[in-house]
């Protein structure tokens, strides 16, 4: 069976960091591409950050390139997602999934896997 765990979530002051992660297990992990999005309750789940089963391919969402990083170990079956700079607008439930295509895709329709999310709270 197919698990997802995000952790590293929690409540953090505008301009700070927090570094999450997304251990999986149950899948060939170096085959998958994995990604993150973010809800809110006002908005539908967004896009994020995706990063390719290789390393080689990262992609981000316009707010996030350039304060959020992706990696990704595949000795580890874990993928990360570093974000400085926090604005309280980041404020959401940030999931990770997998994608057995293997490519950095932004969709979220294309992922096969979801985790349960953590919260990450951005105050002003």
């Known amino acids: 069976q197919v698990q997802l765990v995000e952790s590293g979530g929690g409540l953090v002051q505008a301009g700070g960091s927090l570094r999450l992660s997304c251990a999986a297990s149950?899948?060939?992990?170096?085959?998958?591409?994995m990604g993150w999005f973010r809800q809110t309750p006002r908005k539908e789940r967004e896009f994020v950050a995706a990063?390719?089963?290789?390393?080689?391919?990262?992609t981000f969402t316009d707010s996030t390139r350039g304060r959020f990083t992706i990696a990704r170990d595949n000795a580890k079956n874990t993928v990360y997602l570093e974000m400085s700079s926090l604005k309280p607008e980041d404020t959401a439930v940030y999931y990770c999934?997998?994608?057995?295509?293997?490519?950095?895709?932004?969709?979220?329709?294309?992922?096969?896997?979801w985790g349960q999310g953590t919260q990450v709270t951005v105050n002003s």
């Open positions: 999934a997998a994608d057995h295509f293997g490519r950095a895709y932004r969709e979220s329709w294309r992922y096969d896997y």
């Open positions: 990063i390719s089963w290789s390393g080689g391919d990262t």
């Open positions: 149950g899948l060939t992990f170096s085959s998958y591409a």
